[in-house]
Each structure stands twice: as structure tokens, then as C-alpha cells.
């Protein structure tokens, strides 16, 4: 996806990275053990707890702390995302004991495991990389936000005009003039729940309609913009409690009455 050039987890035991560089950020966690490195020329460790940062053509290394091993989960960040120019201060403190930050980088794994799941992924990672500048940078990105409401508004226009083909967050902050994580706030702030969960409930309105009319589950997932059947069919029971083809298959006055529904808007 768009800023993440690679995802890779690993369990590794004895083996030592030799000291190397990237051209992209490494951002890394820690699931279990514990990581000693050497970041130019200053040792360093990684624990659960923290997450660690590494810039761009810094030479590092890494090996286990312990005879056990350790287990991370790694992002590789482009600099187009997070700018080489905070190289400087990731190299004085790579590790990041922020609790909170760790457990959004935890979500954005998960999300990247499910196929065409890519509006919720770009929203988790807009956080992330606000969160990372902040500690980068000591203060908040100057920016100047348009009016939250009416930018909600013009959002939720948005995504109803692109229920089925579907937007990035980075397109829809370039279309609205709007920095993606203000737009992700300000939605949520307006509407009770953030974009990308408005956006899987636009699709299952959908995906009821062309069921009722007759169509193949098959054919309602490509139409109403999920990935699959299969990403259909997770998100569809997840809404409504019950598979496509069982809901397709409903006696004509149950259908009515969950037909009648509607995806409750602020």
C-alpha cells in the first residue's frame, strides 16, 4: 500500500543481522525476547514495551538479547510518508515508549492481513506517522485544518458518490484540501465513527440491495466494492449476523424487515 514499502515478521533465534542500511524507515515491534543493536556506534536494545524507529541510511545492526530468540513484527516506512530530514533525531532516540503507539502499529498489522481492507490501513497508518512526527519533531504539524463540519460533510459525500470504487484516504485529504488524520477526526467527531467503518456499512447497504434484487453473492461483492466474496461474507456477518446466501435466501417478509434497515448517519 501507498508509504509502506515492505511488512515482515519473523522469529529468529540465533541469528545476528550484520550492520546495514535501508532507504526507507524501519519501524519495529517486538512480540517476544528482546532485540540488541547497534545504531552508529551506540548500542541500543529492543523490548516489548516500545516501539523502535530506525531512519533511513543509518548503519545498524541486531541480534537476539536472549538464547531464547525474539519474534517483531517490522513496517517499512517510504520517506515520502515520514521525511529523511528526521533522520537526525530517530538516531538519538530510536526506541519510543509509547504505549498507545505501539498498539496502533499492532491494529495496521492486522488490517494488512485482510485483503481490501486498504481505506481502513491508510487511516491506522495516517496516526501512526502523525504520532512518529510529534515524537520526531517535539510539537504538532502546523496545520490549518478547513472548518471540521463541513469538512465531515463533504467526506460522507464523498464516500456515498464512491460507495463501490472506493477512495485513499490520501486522495480524498487531496480532493478536500485536508490533512488525513484531521479528516479521519473530524468524521469521526461529526459522525459517531470513523471513515472506513462508514464506508464497509455504505457497502452492506449496497450488498443487501443487489442481494434482494436477485444477484449471486459472487457478483454482489465485486458490485458493491469488497475485495472478495469472502471479504463480503466476513464484514456481512459481522453487520447483520447471518452470511450473504442465508440472507439472499430469506422467506420475502424477514428480507422486508431487515431490507428496511438503514445505516444510522449523525
Known amino acids: 500500500m501507498p508509504g509502506i514499502a515492505e511488512v ?10 550484520p550492520s546495514h542500511t ?6 519495529l515491534i517486538v512480540d517476544d525476547g528482546a532485540i540488541r543493536f547497534d545504531l552508529y556506534r551506540h548500542q541500543h536494545g529492543a523490548l516489548r514495551p516500545s516501539v523502535t524507529l530506525l531512519p533511513p541510511q543509518v548503519p545498524h545492526d ?10 517483531k513484527r517490522v513496517l517499512y516506512l517510504d520517506t515520502s510518508v515520514l521525511g529523511a530530514e528526521l533522520a537526525g533525531a530517530a538516531v538519538d532516540e530510536p526506541n519510543l515508549p509509547d504505549q498507545q503507539l505501539r498498539h496502533r502499529i499492532h491494529q495496521l498489522h492486522q488490517v494488512l492481513a485482510q485483503p481490501g481492507e486498504a481505506f ?27 472548518a471540521a463540519r463541513g469538512l465531515a460533510v463533504r467526506l460522507r459525500e464523498l464516500l456515498d458518490a464512491r460507495t463501490a470504487e472506493g477512495i485513499t484516504l490520501r486522495e480524498a485529504a ?10 479521519v477526526r473530524a468524521f469521526t467527531h461529526a459522525h459517531g465513527l470513523p471513515p472506513h ?18 444477484q449471486r453473492p459472487a457478483e454482489v461483492a465485486t458490485a458493491a466494492g469488497f475485495y472478495d466474496q469472502s471479504h463480503l461474507t466476513r464484514h456481512f456477518k459481522r453487520h447483520l449476523g447471518v452470511s450473504p446466501a442465508r440472507y439472499s435466501g430469506f422467506p420475502a417478509p424477514r428480507r422486508a424487515a431487515i431490507g428496511d434497515r438503514r445505516w444510522p448517519h449523525a
Open 62 to 71: 541486531g541480534r537476539s538479547a536472549t538464547h531464547q530468540g525474539f519474534r
Open 120 to 146: 481502513e490501513a491508510d487511516s491506522r497508518l495516517a496516526f501512526i506517522l502523525e504520532r512518529l512526527s510529534l515524537h520526531l519533531r517535539r510539537h504538532a504539524p502546523a496545520i490549518a485544518p478547513p
Open 22 to 27: 535501508h532507504d526507507v524507515w524501519t519501524l
Open 197 to 214: 467503518l462508514y464506508l464497509t456499512g455504505r457497502r452492506i447497504e449496497l450488498a443487501r440491495r443487489l442481494l434482494l434484487a436477485g
Open 174 to 183: 487531496e480532493l478536500l484540501h485536508a490533512h488525513p488524520t484531521h479528516l
Open 8 to 17: 515482515f515478521h519473523a522469529h529468529f533465534v540465533d541469528h545476528a543481522y
